[in-house]
Every structure is written in C-alpha cells, then in structure tokens.
C-alpha cells in the first residue's frame, strides 16, 4: 500500500477508479456549469467569492484574501503596541508620521533638495550628487545608479557593494516602448481551413491589441500628467513640462538597459555577476568614480572604501555613465532636473494632507486600482517600524508567541523536508551528479521560525532626540541617514552581524525579515526558509483542525518555499548559498522543456478566461507552487500509510485536502486591478494557482474523473520533479 509515488496505480488509485465508474460514490456530471472537472477554484470558492464584502476601513486592499486580511489584523496590533507599550520617542515619531506636514515643510524640504543639486552642478560632482541620493532610501531605488550592500552571491557569508539599475515609476517596461503593445505573446490559430472563425479570432486579437495601446497611451497621458500636478501643487520652478521630462528620462534608461558587453554580461539577466576593483570599474564602465562616490556616500577615504563591488549590468553602466556625462543631455540639463526632483517630490507629497491625493489618484486608484488611500494610522507604522524594528518584534513576540503552534509547524515542515528527499530520490530524468547536490542542498536547509536569530538596533537616543513632532518627513530622513552610514556602511560592509528592516517605498509594504509580516520567504545565499510570527495565524495554521487543513496551509506555504530552492533562481545557488551552476546541461535542456510546458498552460489557462498572460514573469512561483502541492500530497500519502488509514477515508481525506488547498487561495479581486496584478505580481491569479498544479496532480484526476476535453484536463499530469 505505498502511496508515495502516485504514478505506481496503488490501490488508492485504484480505488478512486472504481468510484469514477460508479462503483463506489458518485461522480460529477453537468460539465458546462462550475464543477470540479471545469473549475475546482471556483467550485469550491464561488459563494465566498460572491458574499465577501470589506469593512469600510478596510477599503485600501485591492485584492481580498486571507493574507491581506490577516496584515490587516497585525497592521491593528501594532497599533495597538504604539499605544500601548512603547516608549515616548516611538509614540512620537509615529505621530509625526500620522499628522501632515504643512505646505511651507515641504517646500523647505525641496528647496534643500534642490539647493544639493545645485551645489553639486556647481562643483561638477556628478559622484558626489549620486551617492546623495543613494544615501536616502526612498530616492535609492529609482536612482539611476541604485547602490545597496548585499550578500555577495559568490561568497555568501560577506556582504559586498552592489551597483545596479533603477526601479522605475511604471511597472511594466512595454509601457516605455514606442508603438509596441503589452503582450508578449498572441494567440496562435492556425486552423488548416480558412474558416469564418479564423477571421474573427483575427479581428478580436487585433481589437485587443488597439485596446492595449489605446490604454498605454491613456497610462502615459496619465503618468505625464501626475508628475506635472506634483510640481504645480509644490511650486517647483521647471514645472512646465515635467511630466515629458520624466517620462523621457525614463524612456533612456530602459533604453540603456538594453545596452549589453559581451565579456562580462550574460544573456541570461539572473546570473549577472561581475565584481570589480575601483580601477575595472572605472576603466570598464565608463569613468565611474568608486572612490569619489563611495567617499561621499560616507565610508572612510583612508581605510574603509571597498576594494570590490558587484557590478550587475556592464553594460549598463558604461552606457547611463556616458549619458548622464554627456555636455548636451547629461545630469546638468533641465530634463534630468525635472527627475532629479520628481524622485524627491513624489514620496514628501504623500506626507501633505492635500497633495497625497496626487499620488493616491494616479499610483494607487488608477494604476493598481486601489479604491481608497491607506489610512494614516497604517501609512504611519512602516517608518515607525523601520527605525524601531527590535522593539516591535520583541513585544509582538511578547503578546503573541505561541510554543505550541511553533512546534507544530516545525514537526510538519520535517516531514515536507523527507518527502522532498523522497521526491528527488525517485526522480527518473535528473543524473546523479545533479541528484547529489539536490538532496545536499534540501539537506542543507534551514527553517527559521517567528523572527530573526539576531536583531539590529533601534534608533539610538542621540537621533530620536531630535525627532520634530510636527515634521515626520525630516524624522525620516534623520532615520534613513543613520540606517545607511551606521548599518550598511559600518556594520554591514564585509559581514553582516544583523538582520535589518526594510521597506518597499514604491508600493508600501513590507519586504524584510520583520517578525509581524504575514508571508514567508526562501532566501538563496543563506538557503533558508523564513516564516514570520505575523504569519501564524489560524487562516494558516490550526492543529486542532487536523492534517488535511494545516498541509493545505502552513504545510504547502513550507513546500512552496522549499520548492524555490531547487527551481528557477534557486537552483543557480549551491547549499552553502553560493551561486554556483551544479546542473548538468543535459538536466538543464530537459528541465527547459519542461518549464515551456508549465508556462503554456498556464497561459493557456487564463486564455480560456479572456486574460492574455505572459507566463513567463511567474514561472518561479508557478513551480514553486506545484512542488508544493506535490509535497503535502505525498506528505499526506504517508500519513495515511502510517495510520494505515482505509483506501474510502483516505479518498475522503485527499477530497478534503484538496478541497482546503482551493479555500486557502481563495481571493477576491477588483476588475480594474486585474491588469496591474498581471503585470506587476510575480504570483499568477490565485485562480490559476489553484487549478494548474491541481490539473498535474494524477491522483486528483483519478478521484474527480478529469478527462480529455475537461477545462481541468492537460496532456501532462508532469509535477517537474
């Protein structure tokens, strides 16, 4: 009676034939409505999907599920924890961040702004005025020469510089292109007879793509038109158009991005790695000034300049140096000014009681469909966070730790680890040499639990003494230089002794190591697994309500995360976390072709709904998400093995386990936001995160009768590993 290798036609296979035919239970019938043969994301989750509403001061989330619905509850906590249980310089800096700041505030601040670029145009210190901003980590990302201290990929236990591209302001870079519309790929129909039909699939293929341009245009406009109310309102001088400007500075540097040095760049974007010493960099990327940069960002002149950086892109490099040096175009004309100022402007606005509304109509309601402004009390929490993260995590630990739900989660994470092991033994495609490193590496893993081992410090008193309780946006420039030259200059520069906060300034979120978030990450250089305590909730885990409820959620979140350590990204990281190639070339062809098969179905999938979808952005998370359904299957195969469970209450156990891994991707999505969730989440619709790796999971056909013709049917029952 062994379970573990579903493809064996056990018993429980067999079993699940004899159902099918009608021996035992019922089948399903009725194929044209919602079944689990046509849609089991929505047989299961329709009536949720139909009543769910939102409380009124819920109305930011875009998208409702229990993730975002269970960062809501933590947001109220630590809230409650301000209020409650923290020392006055956290209650006044939070307070600061929760009251707007006045116009003359921020005028003050742009001036001063502007007053850095100028002095440095007048000293033609191109260097100097980069590291300025990169000192500032809300203007660091969308600096054209963004600098970060990372783990260095090559030798994951130090910390190197790293000099890489910017975040730009629109999510998708086809909005940049010319002329070019957003799919990536259309439909082929290529039927042998030219039928009417071909003729209308023509036409409504060439409607949407009208469509689609006719939105980018309308993006565009918009975006343009944003970046001019920004300097109105504020009363910047080069107001007149601004929004061009930006827009034209944007369009270089995805230009530049295309820009490609055959010696050291890869064509392959994840596995570009050069490291460089001051004299390569300079010599190979167009006169950049290590030293002069790295001076006025803040590291010692004498003895603390790194010797090395990570360079990501040479090509890059070379070419937005160039340009930004360049007489006629450079760092000094008016069309980089309007974006020098625009990167500032755009984040101290959303601190102004009025002209938040700029931001919020364009970022937020238009571009991501976000139907009302995040409320202050919750906007104010991410600084406040940032700067106090060890008292936070050390008090919500506090109040919410829970040893029992811990220890439970660890025990079922090892059984999901087996059956990894399991999984990877059992392959047959893989040589041996790549199943080696597999099972050192799954081996190898670590699975943190709650919060980080070891904390950085809070805000020391000598800063918080000067926090102003009327200016939160000078708070948190204090903050963020304090963060940039005493933890990634001095503590983090060849070792990091910590683990930090951080924030993405863009969307508003959280996106580090902090204890309160609700998610869970695989990191490639530490080979970790990281569960957060804002994530033990009992949407994701609940012992009391047994096995098939807890795979469906703690189990398959572990699982997933496993998953991307021997997929995609993560498979170009060894077990000590080096980047390091430990796949043959014939493994690698093969895996190839299997990915071009996950990737047509998934695109396949949403095409059936009307959805055009490049598969490609998501293919990471969609192996991940399929490895993990795969695991907690076996995991649960075994289970029942153990108990030697009989083959109807098992058949009754995987309905259920199947059934709570479709209620826990339950999601609820606005219309309008559906597009930017195409375009900018890495996570295809939770609708096709539930019905795809179901769809290649043999044991789930066999039980629900999926057949050829089946909008749950494919060609491929393949779980790739």
């Known amino acids: 009676f062994y379970l573990l290798c579903i493809m064996n036609r056990g018993p429980l296979l067999k079993y699940a034939e004899l159902r099918r035919k009608g021996v035992c239970g019922s089948g399903f019938s009725n194929r044209n409505k919602i079944n689990p043969a046509t849609d089991f994301y929505s047989h299961v989750n329709r009536d949720w999907i139909r009543t769910t509403t939102l409380a009124s001061r819920q109305a930011y989330i875009v998208q409702i599920d229990d993730f975002r619905l269970a960062q809501d509850r933590v947001y109220d906590q630590l809230v409650d924890l301000v209020e409650t249980a923290s020392p006055k310089a956290v209650k006044t800096l939070y307070q600061s961040l929760k009251t707007p700041i006045s116009g003359s505030a921020v005028s003050a601040h742009l001036q001063e702004h502007a007053r850095v670029l100028d002095a440095c145009i007048a000293e033609d210190n191109l260097w100097k005025f980069l590291a ?10 969308a600096c054209p020469i963004s600098w970060d201290v990372l783990p260095d990929e090559q030798n994951s236990r130090a910390f190197i510089s ?35 039909s071909r003729f209308r699939r023509r036409s409504a293929t060439a409607s949407t793509i009208k469509k689609e341009m006719d939105y980018k245009h309308v993006v565009l406009h918009k975006f343009e038109s944003y970046v001019d109310k920004i300097f109105s309102a504020t009363g910047m001088s080069s107001g007149t158009g601004a929004g061009k400007n930006v827009l034209n500075v944007e369009r270089l540097i995805i230009e530049k991005l295309a820009c490609f040095n055959g010696r050291y760049d890869s064509e392959n974007d994840d596995t570009e790695y050069v490291k460089f010493t001051h004299a390569e960099l300079e010599t190979h990327c167009a006169g950049f000034d290590w030293r002069e940069f790295a001076t006025c960002l803040g590291y010692s002149p004498d003895a603390q300049i790194p010797r090395r950086v990570v360079c990501s892109s040479v090509g890059y490099m070379k070419c937005i140096v160039d340009t930004l040096k360049s007489e006629l175009h450079g760092w000094k004309s008016p069309k980089w000014r309007s974006y020098w100022m625009y990167i500032y402007a755009r984040h101290i606005i959303q601190y102004h009681a009025e002209w938040r509304s700029i931001h919020f109509e364009f970022c937020c309601k238009f571009l991501r469909g976000q139907t009302a402004p995040m409320p202050q009390r919750i906007f104010a929490l991410f600084g406040t966070t940032l700067a106090y993260d060890t008292h936070f995590a050390t008090e919500y630990k506090r109040r919410h730790f829970n040893q029992g739900v811990h220890d439970y989660t660890r ?38 639990l709650g919060m980080p081992d070891k904390l950085g410090p809070d805000v020391p008193p000598r800063v918080s003494a000067a926090f102003d309780a009327r200016d939160g946006w000078a708070n948190l420039m204090a903050i963020s230089a304090w963060r940039t030259r005493e933890l990634f200059i001095r503590r983090y520069e060849g070792a990091a002794v910590f683990n930090t906060p951080a924030i993405d300034w863009n969307q508003m979120k959280f996106v580090g190591s902090q204890a309160y978030v ?7 250089n530490t080979n970790s697994i990281y569960v957060p305590m804002g994530y033990f909730q009992t949407e994701f885990v609940d012992a009391a309500k047994g096995v098939e409820y807890n795979l469906a959620r703690i189990g398959y979140t572990i699982g997933h995360e496993l998953g991307h350590s021997i997929h995609v990204y993560g498979r170009m990281f060894d077990h000590t976390g080096n980047m390091r190639s430990w796949w043959s070339r014939r493994d690698s062809a093969i895996y190839n072709r299997k990915l071009a098969d996950v990737e047509r179905q998934y695109e396949h999938a949403a095409r059936r709904d009307g959805i055009a979808f490049d598969a490609k952005m998501t293919l990471s998370e969609d192996l991940a998400d399929i490895t993990g359904l795969k695991l907690c299957e076996m995991v649960l195969a075994a289970h029942h093995e153990r108990e030697k469970t009989l083959a109807p209450l098992q058949i009754l156990s995987f309905e259920r386990f199947y059934t709570e891994f479709a209620n826990q991707h339950r999601q609820k999505i606005y219309r309008r936001s559906i597009f ?46």
Do not use: C
Request: proline letters at 6%; hydrophobic letters at 35%.
């Open 676 to 721: 930017a969730q195409l375009k900018s989440n890495p996570h295809p619709l939770d609708k096709y995160r539930t019905n795809v790796p179901l769809s290649r999971m043999p044991l789930f056909n066999k039980i629900y009768n999926i057949k050829p013709g089946d909008a749950m049917h494919w060609h491929s029952d393949d779980a790739v590993w």
């Open 132 to 141: 300025y901003l990169n000192a500032n980590e809300l203007t660091r990302y």
């Open 162 to 196: 790293h000099l890489t591209y910017p975040e730009l302001s629109l999510y998708d870079y086809r909005y940049y292109l010319r002329d070019t519309p957003f799919r990536a790929k259309t439909a082929k129909v290529a039927p042998k007879k030219r039928t009417r």
């Open 411 to 448: 025990e079922l994470a090892g059984r999901i680890f087996s059956a990894a092991k399991d999984m990877v033994r059992e392959n047959s495609w893989v040589s041996d040499g790549t199943r080696e490193e597999a099972l050192r590496k799954i081996a190898s893993l670590r699975l943190d």
């Open 518 to 524: 609700v998610n869970a990450y695989y990191t490639e």
